[in-house]
């Protein structure tokens, strides 16, 4: 019988390290002068979750309505000034005239958040905006978010892919505004620090299936590096795929539940469902993951072993 969530939301070493970097940024933002805070990682390693958290633990605002001080967005797909004024609006729950205008529904939004007493404003998938269909350029977005955080005294989290960085870099508006980018990477399977820290996080969920009641029928190194292979080191990738297999046994968890959760998980580079075949991941296997996910964001590959380097010349060969 269950008696909690197996699959909840672990504060493991990397998510409370840009959790507290984020909330040190936004310490040392001066009273009502808002500042520009980039959050970049690889996708589904963590990034929202932070946000969820950071907005879970602020205050309240000052209206009666039950908004707290920390708002978050999702960036429109096709980026537009007005759209993202309407995107904020929507969040804050107000609905934007069609035919209003733009400054008009920037002159609305900015009444909205100081009556709210908003302070922090997470901008989700901020790297559309250098993605083609953005019909935004990066000069014209480093001059909206300026505009937003100096009309309004709220900070900007800028949250998305680590190529959103080179847009910074270019920028030498934004790149001045911007505090130092946290950085929210996986854990690297070359490093000890890293992989002890994984392991570390892997024993909690196994400590959180065993509260619910259910078994893992695998040895725990081994459903260790199965789990690393399959998520680069990224945590939010094991939950879910923990969730996944206990669709059908939901009282243990086998190799052979492990490989349909997989099989059924969203695409990626990596070919989830392969670490749970009966042949063991071996060391080239699980640093091969994590090179594909540093290269699939943008981000540098370390080649702190011999291990790495023919992992990373196995991608190179297969590319």
Known sequence: MKTANPTPLIRHGAFCDAEQSIRAHLAT?????????????????????????????????????????????????????????????????????FSERTNDLRDRLFRVIDSFGIEVIALDECSRIVEKASKLGIGAAADLFRSIADGTGASLILSGLPKFQAAIDHNEQLRDRATSTVLFKPYDWQNDDDRDAFVGTVQVVLNNLETSGIRVDLDVEDFVRRLYGASGGRIPVITRLVGASLADTPSAIRLADLRRGAAAMQQSGIRVSSFFESNEPDETDLVRSYAI???????????????????????????
């Open 29 to 97: 933002c001066p009273p009502g002068q808002g500042s520009i805070i980039p959050l970049l990682g690889p996708t589904r390693v963590g990034k929202s979750e932070l946000i969820h958290r950071l907005i879970e633990t602020s205050p309240q605002g000052k209206s009666l309505a039950p908004q707290r001080t920390f708002a978050r967005v999702d960036v429109p797909a096709s980026v537009t000034a007005r759209g993202l004024y309407a995107a904020i609006l929507s969040a804050l729950g107000y609905k934007s005239g």
């Open 293 to 319: 996910v540093m290269h699939e964001a943008g981000l540098n590959f370390e080649l702190s072993t011999d291990v790495g380097l023919k992992a990373y010349w196995d991608m190179e060969m297969s590319s």
